[in-house]
Structures are given as structure tokens and as C-alpha cells.
């Protein structure tokens, strides 16, 4: 069921975001007096799923789910449509307009995309607010990985700043680290402050597992799986982890280490339950892994920062909040173009952008992605590559500065071009994924 409810969070999403955006490029033909031959949902090569036709344009579905399109009248696009360029240009054509309308007519998808996004945060945090773990919160510091631990972080450092700047969110600590040019972690341990620099040789590892730390939390028990060590040994959810072996310890990462060094072994763990200390004897298995969950609600350890807004707050803060999308995904794009990340790797397809969806159904969940989804519908989409909406933009600024119209010849074999690098970018991407559900 939650494989399902990811699949239609995805189309709608996707549906939604293509057919606004087709409507950019189809009201301003629309103004121009240009025809729309067709409009379509996803594309229809050889048949169609559903079509019907009024006035001049054809409306329908197509059956596969790579986008949308509409098809304006003597433009050289993704039909290359030969005969009908053939023919003598009609005023009702693309190629008759001038070129400022020709432009507008293809960067109005872009427009659209951009403001449905920034109309969309608006919306959000009206409806619902804002609400995040401010960073200085984490009391008990934050709790490592492997490679935070090979970086030079420890367990319970508290976070200072990233790149000299207070991180005030902080799901926007590991955003930041990878994003700015400048990898200077300020952390507080113990009493001392120290400063972690993140060199360009973790930087590939980096890519791949961005969220090298979370907040450091007390064990509490929250669930204990039947049949399981813990279960044999009467662990009781509730209980406070106070000891393993008469080692004090109070945090569940320094659980979850005791129990891999003492892998086949029998332990004595202390909990406090009722306010009073027990021993439990626990036999580890080789997994290092005794079948128990702790308590993973931040609202139990840490206060929770929360801001409703007004419309009229909305408004403004609706379009900060796309302005840093934008910039955050233009930065995460340049990450792609140096090999020393090795970010090509984490290119991913349609199954990575339906994994992003929530397993159950929620409304704030999804309109934020949309969000964001939509930003990047307008990025790649303004990308100079030929087939492109920002390919035939590119041609157009040189054709009004310039006062030269590239031949027709010569787009349609940029057409070609572009969209045999689009098709091997698709293949690529899905492969990826493809192959990341067998590692």
C-alpha cells in the first residue's frame, strides 16, 4: 500500500507541474495569436490514451510519462514536423512572430514553474506554519556516522557554525557543509571549541551520505520486537538506558557500539523503570542487533521551534523560501559538473523522485515537494541545451541581439542533438537507479 500511495503522490505531482507548465508556453501563443496544433500530458508517440480536439488544438493524454508537450504551429520541436516547414510561413505561425514574442512564448513555462513554486511556499506556510529543531537546541550534541567520525567529529558535539555562520535549522547543517565553497565546522566539545575542516577528498563520500550526524538523543525504549533478544532478556518500553556492564552510558549511539564489541556475548544492561535501576542479562547475537527500538520523537528531548504566519507574512517569506531553493539547486548542479564528487553518481530517475514521497498520504509533505519539484522543472528546463525550453531561448537572445536568425537547418539539427543527449541523461539516471535497488 505504500509503494502505492508514493506512485500517486508522483503522478499528480507530476501532472500537475507538466500541465501548468504546457500552459505557460500555450496562453502566451495563446496572446500572440499563435496556433496550438496540440497539448498533452506526457507524450503519445504511435497512440494516444485519451484525446479530443476543440477548436484548433488537439487535447489528449499520451501513455508515456516523460513530460508534456504542446506543438505550435511552425516551430521546429521534438515533432519535427518537416512538411509543414516546408511550407510558406502563415501569420498564425511561430516563425512569423517577432523574436521578443518568440520568447516569451518559450520562457513562459519557466515563468510558471517558478511562480507556481514560490505561489505554493506562500500557500504552505499559511496553511500549515513552520516548524524546525533550531540547531542550538541539541543539548546532548549530535551523534556520528562513520565517516562524521573519520572527518574528525565526535559523538555529542555541538554545533556552532558552518563556514563562520550560526546554522539557526538543523536539517540545513549538512545543506550547508556541502553546498558552500568553504567546509569550516565550528563545534563546541566539551569545553573547548574546535574548528573541523572538510577537505575536497571527502567530498565524493559526501555526496552520496550528506546526513553524516543527527541529533544526539537519550535511550529510551519505544518498542520491543517479539522473538528477539531484547524480548527474552525483558526489556519493557520505557526503559532508560542507564549502563551496559557497569559502564555508565545514557545515549543510544553509545548502545548501539556496546552491543557490536560484545558481539556472542552476554552483557548486563541497566534501565531505570519506575525510577528504580534493573539488570537485564542479553545474549548478542552476531548481528550485534537485539531486536529493540528507542524513542525517535525530537519533541521528547529537545524544544521544537514553530512559526505560524499571516497572509500578508506569507507572502514574503513564501519567496525567500523559493529564492533559496533556487539557489540551493543551482549549487547542488554545479556539484555535478566537477568529477571529484563524483555527484553524476547520485543522478536518479524516476523511482529516486517517487522515493522522495511520503509512504502515507500528507497534504504539507506533499505540496512542498511540489514545490520543490517545480524549481527544478524550471532549472533543467532552462538549461541551454537544444530541445530544451532554454535551448530555443538561447537561440532567440542571439537572434535578437544579432539581428540573425539561425537557419532552420541548423535547429533541427540541434534538435537532434538535444534530444539524444536528453534521451542518454534519461537512460543514465534510471539506470542508476536501477542499479542502486541491487546494492
Not at 503522490?9 to 500555450?26: K, T
Amino acid at each position: 500500500m505504500e509503494i502505492l500511495v508514493k506512485i500517486g503522490q508522483f503522478f499528480l505531482s507530476l501532472s500537475i507541474l507538466v500541465i501548468l507548465h504546457e500552459m505557460g508556453h500555450f496562453a502566451f501563443a495563446k496572446l500572440f495569436k499563435t496556433r496550438v496544433e496540440k497539448f498533452y500530458l506526457f507524450f503519445d508517440p504511435w497512440f494516444s490514451l485519451f484525446k479530443f480536439k476543440h477548436g484548433e488544438t488537439e487535447y489528449g493524454i499520451g501513455w508515456l510519462p516523460l513530460g508534456g508537450y504542446v506543438k505550435i504551429s511552425g516551430m521546429i520541436d521534438e515533432s519535427f514536423d518537416k512538411e509543414q516547414m516546408k511550407q510558406p510561413p502563415q501569420p498564425y505561425e511561430f516563425r512569423s512572430k517577432p523574436a521578443w514574442q518568440r520568447f516569451l512564448i518559450m520562457i513562459a513555462g519557466v515563468l510558471v514553474n517558478v511562480v507556481l513554486a514560490i505561489v505554493i511556499y506562500c500557500a504552505t506556510l499559511y496553511t500549515w506554519g513552520e516548524e524546525y529543531l533550531p540547531t542550538r537546541n541539541l543539548k546532548y550534541g549530535v551523534s556520528c556516522d562513520s565517516l562524521a567520525l573519520k572527518i574528525g567529529f565526535q559523538n555529542g558535539d555541538k554545533i556552532l557554525s558552518v563556514s563562520g555562520r550560526e546554522v539557526e535549522n538543523f536539517q540545513m547543517v549538512a545543506h550547508d557543509i556541502l553546498l558552500n565553497d568553504d567546509r569550516t565546522v565550528e563545534v563546541l566539545r566539551g569545553n573547548d571549541t574546535l574548528k573541523i575542516a572538510i577537505g575536497e577528498e571527502t567530498l565524493a563520500s559526501l555526496v552520496k551520505n550528506p546526513m553524516i550526524f543527527i541529533p544526539r538523543i537519550p535511550f529510551i525504549v519505544d518498542a520491543v520486537k517479539p522473538n528477539e533478544p531484547a524480548q527474552a532478556a525483558g526489556f519493557m518500553k520505557g526503559d532508560k538506558l542507564l549502563a551496559v556492564n557497569n559502564t555508565s552510558m545514557q545515549f543510544f549511539d553509545e548502545f548501539r557500539q556496546a552491543m557490536q564489541e560484545n558481539k556472542l556475548k552476554t552483557v548486563t544492561v541497566t534501565v531505570e523503570r519506575e525510577g528504580q535501576p534493573v539488570n537485564l542479562e542479553v545474549s548478542v547475537p552476531e548481528t550485534g542487533i537485539i531486536g529493540i527500538a528507542p524513542v525517535s520523537d525530537l519533541t521528547k528531548f529537545f524544544e521544537i521551534s514553530r512559526k505560524d504566519y499571516t497572509l500578508l507574512q506569507s507572502v514574503p517569506a513564501g519567496i525567500a523560501r523559493g529564492t533559496a531553493t533556487i539557489k540551493s539547486y543551482l549549487k547542488q548542479l554545479k556539484l555535478i559538473f566537477k568529477p571529484e564528487t563524483k555527484a553524476y553518481e547520485s543522478l536518479g530517475g524516476f523511482i529516486s523522485i517517487g522515493k522522495i514521497f511520503p509512504g502515507t498520504w500528507d497534504w504539507q509533505a506533499f505540496w512542498n515537494l511540489t514545490a520543490f519539484l517545480s524549481i527544478i522543472l524550471a532549472i533543467m528546463n532552462i538549461l541551454p541545451i537544444p530541445a530544451l525550453d532554454g535551448g530555443h531561448v538561447l537561440f532567440l537572445l542571439y537572434e535578437m541581439v544579432s539581428g540573425r536568425k539561425p537557419s532552420d537547418k541548423f535547429l533541427e539539427y540541434a534538435q537532434i542533438i538535444g534530444i539524444t543527449l536528453l534521451l542518454l541523461l534519461i537512460v543514465y539516471a534510471n539506470a542508476n537507479d536501477i542499479v542502486k535497488l541491487f546494492r
